[in-house]
């Protein structure tokens, strides 16, 4: 093997690894909507979004035909999924959040549609779907900030105040070491 094919290789697994680990993020809202059985400071625009953003880019691997793609958004789309079923399960509030999810599958749906159906070159499609998974991935990372409008108008922060940047949330130190840093009092209430 080559010394670029190693590299790559390598490359790849930490992204695949790093991606993964991303998706997971979730997993602690997750578990808590279930052990409450509410859905209460917990968001439900970054589940929809990195969703969509998960269905875009797997319908981008699969045109490029490419196994990494399609492996990571694969995973990241059923994970996304449950957290939205379990969201829609324990949400008060239905009607806004299919109305949110319909929105943005229809979006999705005429994006695909348009891809599909009215691109004729494979080679302008992939270009053209790159830069439409693109603007997706910007609106999953910008997601989490609808916490601050809600934060503006005096309403409570979410249950996790790190959930704002939540794509990296995984990177953190768990949270029995981060106790035992010292921090300002007044932000030992968020830990």
Excluded at 84 to 90: D, G, K, N, Q, W
Aim: aromatic share 10%; net charge positive.
């Amino acid at each position: 093997m080559e010394t670029g094919g190693v590299a790559d290789t390598l490359l790849s697994g930490a992204c695949v690894l790093f991606t993964l680990g991303m998706f997971s993020t979730g997993l602690s809202d997750l578990r808590h909507m279930r052990m409450t059985r509410r859905v209460d400071n917990v968001q439900f625009l970054p589940f929809l979004t990195t969703d969509v953003n998960n269905l875009s880019w797997l319908s981008y691997g699969t045109l490029k035909r490419d196994g990494t793609l399609i492996v990571v958004n694969g995973v990241g789309a059923v994970l996304q999924t449950s957290y939205i079923l379990v969201y829609l399960h324990y949400c008060p509030r239905k009607r806004a959040v299919l109305l949110q999810t319909a929105a943005l599958l229809g979006v999705l749906l005429l994006g695909f549609g348009y891809f599909w159906l009215l691109v004729p070159s494979t080679e302008a499609r992939l270009q053209q779907l790159g830069l439409f998974c693109s603007v997706f991935t910007i609106s999953m990372y910008l997601s989490p900030l609808t916490d601050l409008r809600s934060l503006y108008h005096g309403a409570q922060p979410s249950r996790n105040p790190r959930q704002l940047h939540s794509p990296l949330a995984f990177l953190e130190v768990p949270s029995g070491a981060r106790q035992e840093l010292s921090a300002p009092t007044n932000l030992r209430q968020f830990t």
